[in-house]
């Protein structure tokens, strides 16, 4: 180590700009530590995995479903009339839609 006191004074000078956490600091710190460290149990593990997943799929669902009520809504309607003639073996049949 050197005689130059350098050191010693920077430390004495920057004391107040330290920051020193507080007991409840602390605390809340160790606590996400063990929260970290412990294995969730079986149930907690299917939880955290099925409840995004369903939300997922029951955003799916209504996107779809509104996405098949509008193109519905878009159609034109089917009118009696129309059909559909189908030759198949040398016999015509009429489907109608």
């Known amino acids: 180590m050197s005689d130059d006191r350098f050191f010693d004074r920077l430390r ?25 460290i412990e294995q969730p149990s079986v149930s907690q593990f299917l939880a955290s995995w099925f409840r995004p997943l369903a939300a997922s799929l029951s955003a799916l669902a209504l996107a779809a479903t509104i996405g098949f009520s509008l193109f519905e809504r878009s159609q034109p309607p089917v009118l009696g009339g129309d059909s559909v003639d ?12």
């Open 12 to 36: 004495r000078d920057t004391k107040p700009l330290r920051y020193e956490p507080d007991d409840v600091v602390f605390t809340r710190v160790k606590a996400r530590i063990r929260a970290r």
């Open 86 to 97: 189908i030759s198949m073996a040398g016999d015509v049949y009429s489907v109608a839609e």
